[in-house]
């Protein structure tokens, strides 16, 4: 068996979004699947619209979801002298020609075609006119005018086109630059692509593209067109429906494995498992599960993925995570290891590692930067109580071991002495040492803390 050849073709022309990553990942996922080639092909022939940034934010989300690509990254911008070598290929075979035609004469054929009930095009008015080449002049497809151009199309089956529908497509524009489809083709030919999966959006150019295949005598990739992806409410993913940008995700505290699992979702399946990894994903993919109904993007699913892959990611990795989230919100580098202490009392809520670190703060804040909840204070710090917690404070500083078994029964047995219920201490020192209501268990946390820094913050609760 030959080797299978995929790529993923973004053009530079904003951010990575969801659909465009569901689109490289079954593609990466295929070629991965079947020991062959991932290829890279940056669409940047619009050069006013694509910019240098922008490529460059595609490829470090690429590179957080893991989807490595084989060899040199192709730019069509450097292969415009490939594309024209092509296109007079196609003239001299006589399977292109040179057209006069000015905008304004394609239109008002257009024009004429439509009130005529006829799909508008271009007439072939030059087709057989044996023009050579000259301002203002294009270079055209001559396209077959009848018979029918048919997609065997991976996910949609057999799609299948009248050629009398089809234009005398340009494939060169009068300023000598080649245009989208003849490029899409020269490069996938070229570059021995094999299989082709893109969005459905891309359907309507795929007849075109094989009739330019077929002029070329290139043989035919496989394509497969995978439906849009829908928001909640059924109506075409975008802004609306909240991020579309994959790096958004990684802001808000997704893990990039998580993505990987929630994206392959959108149109693929393998029964009824929701949860895979990489490797199982490499093993399983096929394009028969494709499916070729719209995928509905679910945020609450994504959380729900991401909250499995929190649980189940070790500590030091997490640590380093919620140091990085610490850093953009203005705290200086934490020690990894006390965060990596911090970390596993906070794994099993948490639903994003942005939320792991706001809920790490309370832990690294100096004590005197330490924010209180003043109604909590308020609320909970009563003379009496105040009694209590110098008194525990004092238990906690004598304590052989600062840890939570030991902290616990010593808590205990002051309680029973005193005749006071936990509840009447437990808010109370939780306010003393994170700030606010909300926290871990109390005794883990003030272990993880270590002593110097319960006792210090005790002591600055009793003095507010
Ligand atoms: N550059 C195109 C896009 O970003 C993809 C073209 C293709 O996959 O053939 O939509």
């Known amino acids: 068996m030959s080797t299978i050849v995929t790529r993923f073709a ?40 694509s910019n240098a940034d922008m490529t460059q934010s595609i490829l470090d989300a690429m590179e957080w979801l893991g989807l490595s690509h084989d060899g040199e990254i192709t730019y069509q911008s450097k292969r415009f002298d490939i594309y024209n070598e092509y296109i007079d290929k196609l003239l001299a075979s006589g399977n ?77 524009r009068t300023d000598g630059s080649p245009t989208y489809n003849l490029a899409v083709v020269v490069d996938d030919a070229t570059m021995g692509v094999t299989h082709i999966i893109r969005g459905d959006d891309h359907l309507n150019n795929t007849p075109r593209q094989i009739l330019i295949y077929k002029a070329l005598g290139f043989p035919l990739p496989k394509f497969g067109h995978v439906p849009m992806i829908l928001g909640p409410d059924k109506k075409k993913l975008s802004k609306r429906h909240g991020a579309t940008a994959v790096m958004e995700y990684e802001t808000e505290g997704f893990l990039p494995e998580a993505m990987l699992n929630g994206l392959v979702r959108l149109g693929w399946a393998s029964g009824d498992q929701e949860i895979f990894s990489r490797e199982e994903l490499v093993r399983l993919f096929s394009t028969e599960n494709l499916g070729s109904s719209a995928a509905v993007f679910d945020k609450a699913k994504l959380l729900w993925l991401n909250a499995h892959y929190i649980k189940e990611s070790p500590a030091s990795r997490l640590a380093v995570l919620v140091n990085a989230f610490l850093e953009r919100k203005g705290y200086p580098p934490q020690d990894l290891e006390y965060l990596a202490k ?77 005749g006071i219920k936990f509840k009447l201490l437990a808010q109370p020192v939780r306010v003393a040492i994170t700030g606010g209501t909300a926290s871990p268990g109390l005794f883990e946390t003030m272990e993880v803390m270590g002593r110097r820094r319960v006792l210090a913050r005790i002591d600055r609760a009793l003095a507010l």
């Open 96 to 172: 292109a020609y040179w057209c006069s035609c000015t905008p304004e004469e394609v239109e008002a054929m257009r024009e004429e075609a439509r009130a005529k009930g006829l799909k508008p095009k271009y007439s072939g008015r030059c087709r057989e006119a044996g023009l050579g080449p000259g301002p203002g002049r294009v270079v055209r497809l001559k396209a077959p005018v009848t018979g029918a151009t048919v997609v065997d199309d991976m996910v949609k089956g057999s799609v299948s086109v009248d050629n009398a529908e089809l234009d005398d497509m340009v494939l060169r």
């Open 342 to 418: 911090v970390v596993p009392l906070l794994q099993p809520r948490a639903q994003t590692v942005a939320e792991m670190a706001e809920k790490t703060e309370c832990f690294v804040t100096r004590t005197d930067d330490l924010v209180y909840d003043m109604a909590a204070v308020k609320k909970f710090f009563t003379d009496e109580v105040r009694g209590h917690l110098e008194a525990v404070r004092g238990i906690l500083e004598g304590l052989a071991a600062f840890d939570q078994a030991s902290m616990e029964q010593a808590v205990h047995a002051y309680i029973e002495e005193k």
């Open 10 to 49: 973004p053009s530079p022309t904003g951010y990575l979004h969801i659909g465009g990553a569901r689109t490289a990942i079954f593609n990466w996922l295929l070629a991965r699947h079947l020991g062959g080639k991932f290829l890279l092909r940056i669409e940047d022939t619009d050069l006013v619209r």
